[in-house]
């Protein structure tokens, strides 16, 4: 059989190894961020994934373990808002065992952390992502459906770095004319404080957030936003599959990343395998279908059988959606970013 292994990681189609797992543990989310979830349509009545069909923190592990097996050395908690989950700190303390991983962090809104973020520490979290749109409440308000403020989030990385969850990155979604006249004002906060802040080209993830190309702001016109301010100089990638392109300050105060996935797209060493709270795996942000491996594991399939799904599920990957976006004339419905994380 071709494409076994590299480096001991299975590889896809396009020879891109599988390194990285995002484990999303929920569906649901205490925000309404317009880009992800609208409030209109995720309502209160909305139905989410009943428990039933939610994997149990044992079930995560298990398919963790197996998908390290096969390459992955990065594991990140996602969802909806991980933190939404209760006793997350005894699933991280089952990945933190697990042999392989050396990476194992969580992408959140940060305003579960208080209180939380000394557990997961002693669980075996390494450090977090915090998603903040904007420094100006209104703003920020307006970008996650009115949910929480600033000062939420601040607390929430307070308390992250008073458990050493370190360093802090901020990830920072950008649509024009609703936060793109704010950006210097977080980075330069985001520069004093020594975070390091990665701005988010606007996505059409999903179905369901109306996107439209004139609401993106490229990646070169957020740089030269920040660069006007603030000079930055161009750094390489820390490792191929890394997402953000990478800008130092020229004041040598630290960095920024930019997300490019619709103007510079990242696809040819993607190595990102998504994991679904319904336990489904998925190949591609943009994927319109997954493959289950809820159905076997409670059928009693062994590791084995299980792990071959898996290989087969990245052998046959040839996913490269943000290289294709444009071309792509009638798109059949995409998983919503809620359920796979970003
Ligand atoms: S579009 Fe899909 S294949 Fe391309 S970088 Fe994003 S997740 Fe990877």
Request: charged content about 25%; aromatic content about 6%.
């Amino acid at each position: 059989m071709q494409n076994l292994t590299q480096g001991g990681a299975v590889t896809d189609r396009l020879k891109r190894p599988l390194r990285d797992l995002r484990i999303s543990v929920t569906d649901r989310c205490n925000f309404r961020c317009p880009y992800c979830m609208p409030a209109e349509i995720f309502g209160d009545h909305y139905q989410f994934l009943p428990k039933q069909q939610i994997l149990s923190y044992e079930e995560i592990a298990r398919l963790t373990h197996i998908i390290i097996r096969l390459g992955a050395v990065k594991l990140r908690l996602t969802g909806g808002e991980p933190l939404v989950r209760q006793d997350l700190d005894l699933l991280v303390r089952q990945l933190a065992q697990l042999d392989g991983a050396h990476d194992l962090a969580m992408t959140t809104n940060g305003v579960r952390l208080p209180g939380r973020a000394q557990p997961l520490k002693e669980a075996g979290l390494q450090r977090v992502t915090v998603s903040l749109d904007s420094l100006d409440n209104d703003v920020f308000r307006q970008m996650n459906g009115n949910r929480a403020n600033v000062e939420d989030v601040m607390a929430g990385i307070d308390a992250a770095i008073q458990a050493g969850l370190t360093p802090i990155k901020l990830n920072t979604v950008v649509k024009r004319g609703v936060n793109d006249n704010t950006l210097v004002d977080l980075a330069k906060w985001a520069k004093d404080q020594g975070y390091i802040l990665r701005f988010i080209e606007y996505m059409d993830v999903g179905n369901r957030n109306g996107w439209r190309m004139e609401h993106v702001v490229p990646a070169r016109e957020i740089a030269a936003i920040i660069d006007k301010a603030l000079p930055l100089e161009p750094l390489p990638r820390n490792y191929n599959s890394e997402t953000a392109l990478r800008f130092a300050y020229r004041d040598g105060g630290g960095e920024i990343g930019i997300i490019a996935s619709v103007t510079m797209p990242f696809c040819g060493d993607c190595s990102r395998m998504r994991l679904s709270p319904d336990g489904h795996i998925y190949t591609c942000l943009f994927a319109t279908q997954g493959t289950d491996l809820m159905t076997p594991l409670r059928a009693g399939a062994s590791d084995e059988e299980i792990e071959t799904i898996i290989r087969d599920t990245w052998l046959n990957r040839s996913d490269r959606y943000s290289e294709v976006r444009s071309s792509i004339k009638r798109p059949n419905e995409k998983i919503e970013m809620y359920y796979i994380g970003g």
